[in-house]
């Protein structure tokens, strides 16, 4: 059953006498002045026996962020073998994102391989995932489908390793693959200065049969590394706007 980790304070659920430790083993929705036809659309108004199967806590969680001041929802509580019942009203809040008093710790597992081949294999697996994660955040950058400004440097990449080396130091390797990953896909890109660069000069003079005009070559290797500082300048100035703005 869910248990309750920890409560706000002076949330409506700490008045209400919710308290660490309670196991959550129902829940039931209900409005007060909301026509009877949208209530049966939305709510069946009556008590819904969690069981982590077909209600779940996620679901709970969406419904809560979707009501309004008129919604009441009454919880069924375990504390020590007694239950017990509380029923709480949505509190308006001036937060852009309300907790609704309710927060959940978010279930963790851990995969660990048994043999040296199985964690071999476990590692490729993570590499070609994280191939393709970088595959398809590039190709949503380049159709605008993902905003420049959710670009980070250098800034951002240390604090994200902090934070997962903060985890576990298995967290902090899995993220330098994902990084890895990252610098690998870029740095072949066609962007001349980059080795995708060369490959390019290559493949024209392996087509043309002769090579790139030398001039040509340095040209193109000049405004690659221009793009490149611009770019570096542009996401080291969302790391300061982020980070401290």
């Known amino acids: 059953d869910p248990t309750v980790v920890a409560v706000t304070a002076s949330s409506v659920a700490e008045e209400q006498g919710v308290e660490p430790g309670d196991k959550i083993i129902a829940v039931q929705f209900s409005s007060t002045d909301m026509t009877k036809d949208l209530e049966e659309l939305i709510f069946s108004g009556e008590e819904v026996p969690l069981d982590t199967k077909t209600i779940t806590w996620p679901f709970i969680y969406a419904k809560l962020q979707e009501m309004s001041e008129d919604v009441r929802i009454k919880l069924t509580v375990d504390r020590n073998g007694t239950r017990r019942s509380?029923?709480?009203?949505?509190?308006?809040?001036?937060?852009?994102?309300?907790?609704?008093?309710?927060?959940?710790?978010?279930?963790?597992?851990?995969?660990?391989?048994?043999?040296?081949?199985?964690?071999?294999?476990?590692?490729?697996?993570?590499?070609?995932?994280?191939l393709g994660r970088v595959g398809a955040f590039l190709k949503k950058l380049l159709t605008g489908g993902i905003s420049p400004k959710k670009l980070g440097g250098p800034l951002s990449i240390a604090t994200v390793a902090g934070l997962e080396a903060s985890e576990s130091v298995s967290r902090l390797l899995i993220f330098l693959t994902f990084l890895s990953a990252n610098l690998a896909i870029v740095n072949f890109l066609p962007i001349p200065a980059l080795d995708g660069g060369h490959m390019m000069f290559l493949t024209v003079e392996w087509v043309r049969g002769k090579p790139v005009d030398e001039r040509l070559q340095m040209t193109l290797t000049l405004v690659g590394v221009a793009c490149l500082l611009c770019l570096m300048i542009f996401v080291s100035g969302m790391d300061i706007r982020r980070l401290f703005f």
């Open 86 to 130: 509380v029923t709480m009203q949505p509190a308006v809040t001036d937060e852009f994102f309300a907790e609704r008093g309710l927060v959940f710790t978010r279930k963790k597992s851990t995969h660990k391989a048994k043999t040296w081949g199985a964690a071999v294999g476990l590692g490729f697996r993570q590499t070609k995932e994280d």
